[in-house]
């Protein structure tokens, strides 16, 4: 079963800064998806990436997938406090289920 | 519209004791899959129903049974509750079959004492 390894797993900045998530396997992802969830609520798609070198853009949110499909990364640009939230990669494994990463808990200050 | 409704909400059991969490999906999604989400941790995933069969299942005991009903609908069920078993118990439904275009409800959380 592949493993997906996020980092970091916690992270706080102010409103304004930049920051980068990743995601990193040791196997090739067949395609990747991120969510955001926040607390009392369920992950909520955010992207899905099925291509090498892909670059998504979705406002302020920028998600690369790997050129070889073992890694991705999401850019936040001047993060504001409601991006606050669990930000969860996982992989479509099969034809029935995602296995997911522990995720990165990112918290933006005011 | 409507998204995926669960229910209950929150719910405290004694160990033992056998639980049984409701999915609504959204209208016209015929595909309903239970994650299990411990806290600190990212979903695991524990079925996934499709026209009313069983298409896959996680690596859960035994005790983990969950079905879908002719509205789509879904239940999950389990017996003989654990400790470990007190986690947010997520439901996702989907048009299509397969792991895309997902829409998770805001889950139930299970405390097992």
């Known amino acids: 079963t592949q493993l997906l390894e996020q980092s970091p797993q916690f992270l706080s900045i102010q409103e304004g800064e930049n920051l980068t998530v990743y995601c990193n396997s040791s196997s090739v992802f067949s395609s990747l998806q991120w969510y955001r969830q926040e607390p009392g609520e369920g992950p909520v798609l955010l992207v899905t990436v099925v291509t090498g070198g892909e670059v998504k853009k979705l406002k302020r949110l920028t998600f690369q997938f790997g050129d070889a499909r073992k890694d991705s990364s999401l850019h936040i640009t001047a993060a504001q406090p409601g991006d606050t939230g669990l930000y969860l990669c996982?992989?479509?494994?099969?034809?029935?289920?995602?296995?997911f990463g522990s995720g990165t808990r990112l918290l933006v200050r005011p | 519209d409507a998204g995926v409704t669960q229910s209950p909400t929150h719910l405290i059991k004694t160990r033992g004791q056998h639980v049984t969490l409701r999915c609504s999906p959204i209208?016209?999604?015929?595909?309903v899959s239970w994650y299990q989400q411990v806290l600190g941790q990212g979903p695991q995933f524990i079925f996934q129903y499709y026209e009313k069969e069983e298409r896959g299942r996680g690596n859960f005991p035994d005790r983990f049974s969950a079905r879908q009903f002719p509205n789509y609908s879904s239940e999950l069920n389990v017996n003989a509750l654990l400790l470990g078993d007190s986690a947010l118990y997520l439901c996702?439904?989907?048009?299509?079959?397969?792991?895309?275009?997902?829409?998770f409800g805001s889950g139930t959380r299970l405390t097992v004492v």
């Open positions: 996702a439904s989907s048009s299509l079959s397969g792991p895309y275009g997902y829409t």
């Open positions: 209208s016209g999604h015929k595909s």
């Open positions: 996982a992989e479509v494994d099969s034809s029935y289920k995602l296995i």
